[in-house]
Nanobody, 124 residues
Framework: QVQLVESGGGLVQAGGSLRLSCAAS????????MGWFRQAPGKEREFVAG????????YYKDSVKARFTISRDHAKNTVYLQMNSLKPEDTAVYYC?????????????????WGQGTQVTVSS
């Protein structure tokens, strides 16, 4: 059974940092892109960051560029999201997901496996 388990969320003041982790089990995803999405109350789930199958190419939502960094560790079957200079508008439930492609897209429908989500709350 495939499982993605996120961790690392929490409450942080504006300007602070958090590191999210997403550990996959049940199969290896080294041949597929992975992504982080977020969903704030009353809003649609949106793409935040993605990494290609090798980890050599990364992609970001414009508003998080230069603040967030996505990376993956094939040996641990884990993807990370380092979030710095957090802002109140970053508050959301963050989800990791596995793409059906080798390069990530911004479309929710192109991801086949999802974690349960982890809450990130940034206070002003």
């Amino acid at each position: 059974q495939v499982q993605l388990v996120e961790s690392g969320g929490g409450l942080v003041q504006a300007g602070g940092s958090l590191r999210l982790s997403c550990a996959a089990s049940g199969r290896t995803f080294s041949n597929y892109a992975m992504g982080w999405f977020r969903q704030a109350p009353g809003k649609e789930r949106e793409f935040v960051a993605g990494v290609n199958w090798s980890g050599g190419s990364t992609y970001y939502k414009d508003s998080v560029k230069a603040r967030f960094t996505i990376s993956r560790d094939h040996a641990k079957n884990t993807v990370y999201l380092q979030m710095n200079s957090l802002k109140p508008e970053d508050t959301a439930v963050y989800y990791c997901a596995v793409s059906r492609f080798v390069y990530p897209t911004t479309e929710v429908g192109t991801y086949d496996y999802w974690g349960q989500g982890t809450q990130v709350t940034v206070s002003s």
